[in-house]
């Protein structure tokens, strides 16, 4: 049942203790789409075990997202370019706001959903991926 992100986060909470439960000293991260993004950023926003974050159409027109301000782990965002949730301009701003280290990939789509651009956010993700392999080696 929806319960505007907070249930969903306690449901990922749930999820996340059971994964460092099941895999200790394992780096976890966190990632979702959409809705997702915003729950795996509260997630995040709440949770020392999450080493990382990956926040694919972030949804701007939600006016509440003042959490994602107390995200001090690396955030990975992957937007498209005609988002009709989350306006170029728009995401642009509130992206420069954002303290600590952060990544932008814009992915040139024709809508949310990456339409007609899935091989492009398939490579922005293995370019993510990559990166995240080269952190851990340095």
């Not at 200790?24 to 709440?46: E, I, K, N, Y």
């Not at 690396?74 to 600590?100: A, C, M, R, V, W």
């Amino acid at each position: 049942m929806y319960d505007g992100g907070f249930g969903e986060t306690d449901d990922a909470h749930t999820i996340l203790r059971e994964l460092a439960r099941r895999y200790p000293g394992l780096p976890l991260l966190a990632a979702g789409f959409s809705f997702g993004a915003r729950v795996a950023l509260r997630l995040t926003s709440q949770e020392a075990a999450v080493r990382r974050v990956i926040a694919v159409g972030f949804p701007m027109r939600v006016t509440e997202r003042e959490f994602v301000y107390h995200v001090h782990v690396p955030k990975y965002f992957i937007q498209s370019t005609n988002d009709e949730f989350s306006p170029k301009q728009e995401f642009s701003d509130f992206f420069h706001s954002l303290p600590g280290q952060k990544h932008l990939n814009w992915v040139a789509a024709e809508d949310h959903f990456f339409r007609d651009a899935l091989d492009s956010y398939e490579i922005v993700v293995q370019e993510i991926g990559n990166h995240r392999v080269a952190a851990k080696l340095a």
